[in-house]
């Protein structure tokens, strides 16, 4: 659902002012909610093991999600292992994210056959997919809000990503445990779900008891729960759950310093710092492809053999490829550290003036699946520390970096 | 968003490198009108699709007017195109020219090279309501005669007694009688109330840099110097994030832009 | 036209503005008109340099010849603009031809007579050095964009 609409998938109109409804759902019980979806001709996608990760995928039954596993992450690094417990949702998020089916990584725009004289575009039917998320973290949450403000509140409204936003449901998960990585607390993201979801479930796991609280934020997700005719949590419960993320917020891997982020990056434009990150970035391009919030996109047309057909595909790119900013003869930005400059610049700076908040979610995706390790929260204080010793070195130098 | 289909009414050659293509809406699709200074995405069947700027006559719609160097796979495939080809239009985009902003004050255009072609329909605005505009002076720069845009049209404008048309080349031979020297080097040379006067630039980055410094020495504000960036674009519509520029998308905030906008970007490497 | 009648026409010109009606005077002393036919050189390569022009209307066109590329235009200078520097630098020669594509009127300051001026009064020749400083950073400045080909995209 997405909240600023007037009318949800359902046709009930969603009011602001709803009061959510809370219900407590016993592990046991738990794929009754993938039953009750399943009633509403959702298909299930969510978070379940392969290859050694955690990934989203389709999911059949509650036994698809990685029940009991957890994972290891700090800059460069990725590791799933067994937890202590049989947590369902215990895991940090891994390199996938929602925009996978949101905007989808490759998509055809529409075809083209030639007829004579000319040819005739064939538009794709909308084949958008009625998906409901499970396991959607509170960043993540926050991330498709962001990519909603991209694409259907910036002037022009992408129909491939209404048109999946508007058939999905989310189904978020508050977060008991933060990962390597992870900096929501630094970002205002995080780790308990406010708002943007049409569920949200909290995880208690106790000596005696698994079970789960869940509240409903939207008309659609107060129907889900109405069906599922669960009994409302004692006040214990609730208070419980209240506190399950006090203990994530408390074990933030990293720290993003957001004094003043904005205007730090307009100003260091020209920094030295820029070439010391160049040494190690590679751009491989991992960082774009894993943030939840990154939408850069390019075109491909194609025609067959027979020279009578072409298609028109949208892929994901990313402005760390080298011909990304080609023009007539060359690239605009040829030099890595051009590259990584306008990358975390967008993110953290220029992303605000254009669509009214930080590009940065907080996940840590990129601080993980960097292969070099870079570490953007680093970056920023190297970034800072960089103009705080120019300036002492230099006190009287004006400091004229974005002249 | 959909191409339209266009028809290839007209393929004409205007340089060595440089065409221009006419296109007329096929049937079923309406013809659109289009404010100077915007861009169509002009698609080859099969080949691809790349921005082009609109140099036809916004008082004349319902013919797209493209003029355009070969210098690529899908340009170098539109100038083989015949009459009666199609091709597809998505457009169009952008933000123009300040042509109405600019009634009342002197008109200063300035263009270099391939610049002429997004010009031309201020140009024409200009002159159809020529009344509500003070001094209108048009400095064109290029590369040798031969590479001179437009030509016959120039010498039309230049001969009418209410515009100043000033043409100069980088490199001539002894045939070329007239002036030879870089596009700045006119302005000090150019009337016009500096401080009631809108000057719009196009051209390659090198050149509009120079000249609104030129402009800026000769005492126009910043805000009221115009210039028209071109960055590498797939979508057109600010989603694809290609024709990012700082801050700015220039599918959607541009192609036109204030120089006070622009300063510290003009001048940041790589940006 | 009478010498005398130099001093208004060197005043009020740009180039000239603001020196003293004392240096003035010494410059007209080294004035005097000159007119060239459309085609005729102002003055060849390699000939003594011991002038400079104040075009007062017309175009002179600076050119280059080779076997190899034949004539090339340099620049063109117009009206209101200064042609020539190499009276200023030993070993005062022209380096290049320069001939009026159209009817021009100049006026031509001697540069051997101008020399001994400066030489007695050196606050008359920093001035013109100051001035010439000046149009000789803008020609360099548009020389070097020329050299850029701005306009040829072959990569």
């Excluded at chain 1, 307009?266 to 190690?280: F, G, L, M, Y």
Aim: some cysteine; charged content about 25%.
């Amino acid at each position: 659902m997405i909240p600023d609409e007037a009318s949800s998938a359902s046709g009930t109109p969603d009011t602001a002012s709803h009061t959510s409804t809370k219900v407590v759902l016993e592990r046991e019980h738990f794929d009754r909610l993938f039953e009750a979806l399943r009633r509403r001709n959702y298909a299930i996608v969510g978070p379940t093991v392969q290859d050694g990760s955690i990934v989203y995928d389709e999911l059949n039954s509650s036994l698809d999600l990685p029940c009991g596993w957890t994972d290891r992450q700090k800059a460069g690094t990725y590791r799933l292992e067994k937890g202590e417990d049989d947590l369902l949702f215990g895991y940090t998020p891994g390199a996938h994210s929602w925009k996978e089916f949101l905007m989808p990584s490759a998509v055809r725009l529409w075809r083209a056959e030639r007829d004579g004289t000319g040819f005739n575009i064939v538009p794709d039917e909308d084949a958008a997919p009625t998906l409901a998320f499970i396991g959607v973290r509170p960043c993540e949450l926050r991330a498709i809000a962001i990519q909603d403000k991209v694409f259907l509140q910036s002037g022009y409204v992408d129909p491939i990503y209404r048109s999946r936003r508007r058939k999905a449901v989310l189904v978020a998960v508050n977060c008991g445990q933060a990962g390597g990585t992870c900096f929501c607390t630094s970002m205002g993201t995080g780790p308990k779900a406010d708002e943007g979801f049409d569920l949200v479930l909290t995880e208690m796991l106790d000596d005696s008891r698994h079970y789960f609280t869940i509240e409903a934020g939207s008309s659609a997700g107060t129907e889900i729960l109405e069906e599922l005719s669960l009994r409302t949590p004692t006040d214990v419960e609730a208070r419980a759950a209240g506190r399950v993320c006090e203990r994530a917020a408390a074990q933030m891997g990293c720290r993003m310093e957001t004094d003043g982020l904005k205007e730090l990056l307009s100003r260091n434009q020209e920094s030295p710092h820029w070439d010391t990150v160049a040494t190690r970035c590679l751009s491989c391009a991992n960082c774009t492809l894993v943030c939840p919030t990154c939408f850069c996109t390019t075109v491909e047309d194609t025609t067959d053999l027979t020279g009578d057909h072409a298609e028109r595909w949208r892929k994901w790119d990313s402005c760390f490829t080298l011909d990304f900013s080609y023009i007539h003869g060359g690239s605009v930005r040829s030099s890595t550290q051009s590259r990584y400059r306008q990358w975390i610049t967008h993110k953290l700076s220029t992303w605000s003036d254009q669509f009214g908040t930080p590009g940065c979610v907080g996940c840590g995706r990129c601080i993980t699946w960097c292969p070099v390790a870079i570490d953007i929260t680093e970056e920023v204080r190297a970034l800072r520390a960089s103009e705080s010793a120019r300036k002492a070195a230099d006190p009287g130098k004006e400091n004229d970096d974005s002249a | 968003m959909l191409p339209h289909r266009h028809r290839v009414r007209h393929v004409g050659k205007e340089t060595s490198d440089t065409f221009t293509l006419e296109l007329t809406p096929t049937e079923g699709t309406r013809a659109w009108s289009f404010a100077a200074g915007q861009f169509n995405m002009l698609y080859v069947f099969g080949v691809g699709e790349i921005p082009v700027s609109i140099s036809g006559d916004p008082g004349k719609p319902g013919t797209f007017v493209h003029t355009t160097r070969a210098v690529g796979m899908v340009s170098n495939a539109m100038r083989k195109l015949r009459r009666g080809d199609v091709v597809g239009v998505r457009g169009p985009f952008g933000r123009g020219w300040p042509v109405g902003d600019a009634k009342g004050s002197d008109v200063v255009l300035v263009a270099g090279g391939i610049g002429l072609a997004p010009l031309r329909p201020a140009l024409y605005q200009l002159l159809a309501n020529r009344e509500s505009y003070g001094k209108i002076v048009l400095l064109y720069g290029t590369r040798t005669p031969a590479d001179i845009l437009y030509r016959k049209e120039l010498e039309r404008w230049r001969a009418r007694l209410d515009v100043d048309v000033q043409v100069t080349v980088d490199r001539a031979t002894g045939r070329w009688l007239g002036n030879v020297g870089v596009v700045p080097s006119l302005i000090a040379k150019a009337s016009f109330d500096r401080l009631n006067t809108v000057a719009m630039i196009c051209g390659p980055e090198i050149m509009m840099r120079y000249t609104a410094l030129a402009l800026g020495k000769r005492g126009v504000p910043a805000e009221h110097i115009h210039i028209s960036m071109e960055r590498n674009m797939k979508c057109a519509v600010g989603f694809c994030g290609h024709c990012q520029f700082g801050g700015h998308v220039i599918c959607k905030d541009g192609p036109v832009f204030s120089y006070d906008q622009m300063k510290g970007l003009l001048t940041t490497r790589e940006i | 036209m009478t010498v005398h009648d130099l001093k208004p026409i060197l005043a009020e010109h740009p180039f000239l503005k603001d020196l003293s009606s004392g240096h003035l005077d010494l410059l007209v002393g080294c004035a005097s008109n000159v007119r060239f036919e459309a085609g005729q050189f102002v003055f060849r390569e390699g000939e003594e340099a011991n002038a400079f022009y104040v075009i007062r209307q017309g175009r002179v066109a600076v050119e280059v010849f080779s076997a190899a590329k034949g004539q090339i235009t340099i620049e063109t200078v117009g009206e209101g603009e200064i042609l020539g520097w190499s009276w200023l630098v030993p070993p005062y020669y022209w380096h290049f031809d320069a001939r009026a594509t159209e009817l021009t009127r100049a006026v031509v300051l001697d540069g051997k007579c101008l020399r001994t001026k400066c030489e007695q009064d050196h606050e008359l020749g920093y001035g013109l050095l100051q001035r010439f400083a000046s149009i000789l950073m803008q020609r360099l400045e548009a020389t070097r964009l020329q050299l850029l080909d701005v306009y040829d995209t072959r990569a």
